[in-house]
């Protein structure tokens, strides 16, 4: 069996509120993907291939612009959201074994409640966030009950990207251009929140923290020798910090952080090369399978495909291949998948 642990789809309800949001390129964004918002289109893809059901997860945007400031207004489709994704697993169960729950960090209790309830009366495996809050990083102190709180759930964290073409890849532009912020933002801000969690030892204080990263975890797995032996060496080039006294008061090395207390999903939009170096990069225990579907050119099956592929591929043993395609996903849930 092959559960896909991080795939995107909207229930009506929380799709009819965001198109009436008015949020630009939404609308003609999620249309051109029926298979996004379309029940019928996205139980065909998943009868398509043996042995395979999804877990589902709201896709982009975070609530927190769905939300344009207001936690309230955040929290309703937080609710809403949830609700519809309990509801699609009840009535699907075969095709949506579970559900991941979205967090309305903007609360005053960080989505803790809400978080709670979806997990604890609905049934969600674990929760949602993003890798900034409306641009805050998730190391801010107003973020700390949320991590608190979901590592006394002991349910699991999904991180994914959040950048926008309102961040500049140039100090002297408005905007990103040409989808830079996609095609190399999202990798780079997944592994910034992933350093940014390190460093200020969110870990540290809570060790049971479950935490998967989205599409290998970024740029990580490429910049091992950087996260490795790079940044043992950290405060030897910043003079106005003491990241000396920092590096020398973590419990661990700062890529043993990144091996260990990560996990890390397959979804590299049919990446041979990135499929390998992610493998390379973490233990066999720490990888779950995921497509990101439906985000590819073919609408839906291409990237379940092209993953399905490579992971059959590679020199894994039959053990290892298990572990990815469902075992580690039920020992990070607590959820048996496959009875």
Request: include cysteine; glycine fraction near 8%.
């Amino acid at each position: 069996m092959r559960i896909d642990a991080f795939n995107h789809f909207f229930p009506k309800k929380y799709f009819d509120m965001l198109v009436e949001s008015g949020l630009p390129d939404i609308g003609k964004r999620v249309r051109e993907v029926p298979a996004l918002h379309d029940l019928e289109v996205r139980l065909k893809i998943i009868d398509s291939f043996k042995d395979y059901a999804q877990v589902l997860s709201l896709p982009m945007p975070p609530l927190e612009a769905l939300g344009k400031g207001d936690p309230a207004r955040a929290l309703e489709f937080a609710k809403v959201g949830n609700d519809g994704m309990a509801e699609l697993c009840a009535k699907h169960p075969d095709h949506f074994p579970a559900f991941i729950a979205m967090t309305p960090m903007t609360t005053a209790d960080a989505g803790v409640a809400e978080t709670e309830r979806a997990i604890n009366q609905l049934g969600a495996i674990g929760t949602q966030i993003f890798t900034n809050v409306a641009g805050k990083p998730l190391d801010r102190p107003e973020f700390a009950p949320f991590f608190a709180a979901m590592e006394k759930i002991g349910k699991p964290i999904w991180i994914h990207p959040a950048r926008t073409a309102a961040h500049p890849d140039y100090l002297d532009e408005k905007k990103s251009l040409y989808e830079i912020w996609w095609a190399l933002g999202w990798s780079y801000e997944t592994t910034a929140a992933m350093a940014r969690l390190v460093f200020s030892k969110t870990f540290d204080r809570h060790p049971n923290l479950k935490i998967i990263v989205h599409h290998f975890g970024g740029l990580a797995p490429m910049l091992e020798g950087r996260i490795g032996p790079g940044w043992d060496q950290l405060g030897a080039r910043t003079s106005d910090e003491d990241y000396v006294s920092l590096r020398k008061s973590l419990k661990k090395r700062p890529i043993d952080y990144f091996k260990q207390n990560f996990y890390a999903d397959s979804a590299v939009f049919g990446s041979d090369a990135g499929t390998v170096c992610g493998l390379a990069f973490y233990p066999n225990d720490k990888v779950v399978f995921a497509s990101d579907c439906p985000f590819d050119p073919e609408k839906g099956t291409g990237y379940i495909r092209e993953t399905l592929r490579i992971l059959e591929s590679v020199d894994l043993t039959k053990a290892q291949r298990d572990n990815i395609y469902y075992k580690n996903l039920e020992a990070i849930t607590g959820k048996t998948f496959v009875k």
